[in-house]
């Protein structure tokens, strides 16, 4: 696991004690002071409340039981927020720690003239983002007599209006994306997935295929090809390769579509 991520995963655990820690306080915010002190008489439990400047003992009937019980967790409740807020100060001086040797602020707190002469001993996601998404490639180009002209946001011509929702979802969740990259497979074949994605989390390059005439059966039996051709190059659906489907009568879900992206790409 890299320190970033770590970090992150730190960060996450963080505002959920933090989220705990309101629970607890807001909690005992208003119960009693008197602590609770359980004996065993016989088979049975008696339950006495203390209080805790003058320690005299009161009796409790369990017919009052939603008390007896509200006075344990009340117990139960101080003990971990005190476990709380040391585990938050511990997580707080490692960020804090982190934030001052994190090694990419010695590379972005270098003048801009600087940074150019240097190359950073590890590239933070910002550099590996920029890098993946300028190196060049030749994408799958239009046939002359194909005149449709859909655009993405970001001025790139796609084949269909669902395309351009695709790439303009992709766009707005900050997700990086090559159109009709390249792949080259086994025995030099050469494909043009619709979309190669960057994965920022763990750096892990995926695909996203278009099935988008599923009721033509002669694009479906290509389409099953195709998903078999990724299958033997060791590119498997739900692990690097993902799919979205429509027919005439039903079109992409966008609902759906932005879900499935952050699921699988953030």
Partial sequence: MNTKSYTEELITERNLLINYLNQCNSFLKDMPKEQLWVTHHGKHLQFYTVDPVSHKRKYISTKELLYIRNLAQRDYDQKVRSVLERRIRTIDSFLKEEQQTDIHLVYHNLPDARKKLVVPIEQDDRQFVDQWISELFQAKPFREEDTTGYFTAKGERVRSKSEVIIADTLKELGIPYRYECPLELEYGIIIHPDFTILRISDRKVLYLEHLGKMDDPGY?????????????????????LFLTFETAQRPLDRRILREMLIRNFL
């Fill in 220 to 240: 479906s039996e290509n389409a099953i090809s195709r998903i078999s051709l990724f299958g033997r190059n060791g590119i498997f659906q739900g692990d690097r």
